[in-house]
Structure formats: C-alpha cells, structure tokens
T-cell receptor
Framework: DAGVTQSPTHLIKTRGQQVTLRCSPKSGHDTVSWYQQALGQGPQFIFQYYEEEERQRGNFPDRFSGHQFPNYSSELNVNALLLGDSALYLC?????????????FGPGTRLTVL | AQRVTQPEKLLSVFKGAPVELKCNYSYSGSPELFWYVQYSRQRLQLLLRHISRESIKGFTADLNKGETSFHLKKPFAQEEDSAMYYCALRGMNTGFQKLVFGTGTRLLVSP
C-alpha cells in the first residue's frame, strides 16, 4: 500500500486562475480531509469529505471547493487564485468507523501562485 | 476557540541532552492531543497521542489539563530526532474530525 498519494507534486499558477489538486486515500480509508500549510505555519483544516459529501469545513472562502468520488478519492478546487493561496496542500485519509481514528497524511502538493 | 501554541520555533540541543518541546492549548471541553513529526523530505506522521499513554522512539507526553499543556519530552536526544514537530488537537465539539495544529517547533540535535 503506497499510503495516501497526491498529484501533482508541484504546480505553478497565476493570479485569477483555477486549480485542481487530487488525492487518493490509503487503502481501506473512506474519509478525506484537506489542509493548507503556508510557509512557517502549521497545517490549517480546509474541509473533510465522507460519503461524497462535505462533512465539515474550516474557515476558508467559497473559492475553495471539493469533491469525493465513489472510490473515495478526492479533489480540491481553488478558483480565482490569490497570491496568498501559495502553500503546501495536504490531504489526509482516515476510516470513518470510530471517531478517534488516526489521519494519515500524503506528501502534499506545493502550489505557487505568481 | 480552539488554539494550539508552540512558543519555540527552533530548539537546538546536543546529542544526549534532554529535550522538552512545549505545547499549550485552548479548548472548551476535553480535547484529544497529538504530536506529529515531519522528518526531512518525509510526510507528516503521527508520533504519539495522549490517549495511548505510550512512549514512541523514547518520547513521552503528558496531558496536564490544569495547565492546558501537552509538552513532548525525551531524556536523551539523538541526532535522528532532528525534525519538525507539530502539536495538534481535536475535540468532541467538532465531532473529533478536524485537527488544529500549532505552528511547529524545529528540533535540531547536534553531535
């Protein structure tokens, strides 16, 4: 099992563009969470998907949206990119059964907005 | 509001010296506390959680509800402990789903 995988590894966009980041969860996991990690900061929770629905959301604008597919993989979409969206985007997967399950993190996608 | 504070950005020690990485939290209720570690060029991974009450790689952390702290300790640091350490919490108020992270402490262990 490769664990949580994310693509692409790096991405460069310009202001105003739109971007889609992808995540495949660890085998057997059905829940995907997304985090944004700005330089020098800890990860910040964006939202979580379970059963193809957004279950919980952090303090991020509507420009950030997501999707979960029947195979549990997920996408993070960001519209109208701002310079401040430059960050490492982390995906974490977990199992829904048992509320205290561990979240396993992917390697991240480094987004640079010019 | 939920908040995690790690006051030190960098902690530099010599091999064999004791290590204490500080973590304080703010939360109304009973949170679950974690330490995550990120070694160079590796992904973020769970080091330990307070409910497990176990020692991992020689590290321990005790939840002090009175001082709202969850400091990470190791009696004798090793060079391979050099990494970025993040304290995090999640709580019943958010259904135990969302992790709230501190800003992290970089531990540098010199020979």
């Amino acid at each position: 099992d490769a664990g949580v995988t994310q693509s692409p590894t790096h991405l460069i966009k310009t202001r105003g563009q739109q971007v889609t980041l992808r995540c495949s969860p660890k085998s057997g996991h059905d829940t995907v969470s997304w985090y944004q990690q700005a330089l020098g900061q800890g990860p910040q929770f964006i939202f979580q998907y379970y059963e193809e629905e957004e279950r919980q959301r952090g303090n991020f604008p509507d420009r950030f949206s997501g999707h979960q597919f029947p195979n549990y993989s997920s996408e993070l979409n960001v519209n109208a990119l701002l310079l401040g969206d430059s960050a490492l985007y982390l995906c974490a997967s977990s199992l829904s059964t048992g509320v205290r399950n561990e979240q396993f993190f992917g390697p991240g996608t480094r987004l640079t907005v010019l | 509001a939920q908040r995690v504070t790690q006051p030190e950005k960098l902690l530099s020690v010599f091999k064999g010296a004791p290590v204490e990485l500080k973590c304080n939290y703010s939360y109304s209720g009973s949170p679950e506390l974690f330490w995550y570690v990120q070694y160079s060029r590796q992904r973020l991974q769970l080091l330990l959680r307070h409910i497990s009450r176990e020692s991992i790689k020689g590290f321990t952390a005790d939840l002090n509800k009175g001082e709202t702290s969850f400091h990470l300790k190791k009696p004798f640091a090793q060079e391979e402990d050099s990494a970025m350490y993040y304290c995090a919490l999640r709580g019943m108020n958010t259904g135990f789903q969302k992790l709230v992270f501190g800003t992290g402490t970089r531990l540098l262990v010199s020979p």
